[in-house]
Nanobody, 126 residues
Framework: QVRLVESGGGLVQAGGSLRLSCLAF????????LAWFRQAPGKEREFVAG????????NAAVSVKGRFTVSRDNAKNTLYLQMNSLKSEDTAAYYC???????????????????WGQGTQVTVSS
């Protein structure tokens, strides 16, 4: 089991930006696919963006395309989510997830991912 620790959440005004980070405690970070999910109160957890093991393939939900960018730094064991032009509907707890490496494929369903962080809260005020 891999420990994942998210950071970077907070309160921001609509139109603002935040960058989330997820540090993974593993010696084999580069073999895993990674993703960000979010969950708002009363709603199901949903895929936000993901990246394959070497960063060659990314995917993002339609609702965040053009505003959010996922990236990874394998030398630092860290996954990032740059969020720009934030909207009130982006308010949620954001979770980092880790799953089996699959080059060129980014899975969007929660059951693919085996390890999860505790989440970081993002609140966007309108």
């Amino acid at each position: 089991q891999v420990r994942l620790v998210e950071s970077g959440g907070g309160l921001v005004q609509a139109g603002g930006s935040l960058r989330l980070s997820c540090l993974a405690f593993t010696r084999t970070f580069s073999i895993y696919n990674l993703a960000w999910f979010r969950q708002a109160p009363g709603k199901e957890r949903e895929f936000v963006a993901g990246i394959d093991w070497d960063g060659g393939k990314t995917n993002a939900a339609v609702s965040v395309k053009g505003r959010f960018t996922v990236s990874r730094d394998n030398a630092k064991n860290t996954l990032y989510l740059q969020m720009n032009s934030l909207k009130s509907e982006d308010t949620a707890a954001y979770y980092c997830a880790l799953g089996p490496g699959s080059p060129g494929v980014v899975t969007t369903t929660t059951d693919y991912y085996t390890d999860w962080g505790q989440g970081t809260q993002v609140t966007v005020s309108s």
